[in-house]
């Protein structure tokens, strides 16, 4: 069983930055892929960024270029570095954890918003 608990969101201005933390609870931390989704008010959840095991990333294109997703093993702690933010990044950021197929852990959420 792993436990995440997102932090570090809140209001931002247009153009600023920050860094949600993603803190891994349980064994195995090294072995998880782990992934970083976000939901916007009355929109369906949507993946964002992945960094696998061996510290391989993946972004969506809405954020490529401007988000960072990066991992501290010895931390169990995965980062999300957002830069030059816009309105439409106002959302919930999950973060996920999967080490087998269809065995899934999510945290509880950590709002983000910007807005001037």
């Known amino acids: 069983q792993v436990q995440l608990v997102e932090s570090g969101g809140g209001l931002v201005q247009p153009g600023g930055s920050l860094r949600l933390s993603c803190a891994a609870s349980g064994s195995a931390f090294v072995f998880y892929t782990m992934r970083w989704y976000r939901q916007g008010l009355g929109k369906e959840r949507e993946w964002i960024a992945t960094i696998d095991s061996g510290g391989g990333t993946n972004y969506d294109d809405s954020v490529k270029g401007r988000f960072t997703i990066s991992r501290d093993n010895a931390k169990n702690t995965v980062y999300l570095q957002m830069n030059s933010l816009k309105p439409e990044d106002t959302a919930v950021y999950y973060c996920?954890?999967?080490?087998?197929?269809?065995?899934?852990?999510w945290g509880q959420g950590t709002q983000v918003t910007v807005s001037s």
């Open positions: 996920n954890a999967v080490r087998f197929v269809n065995n899934d852990y």
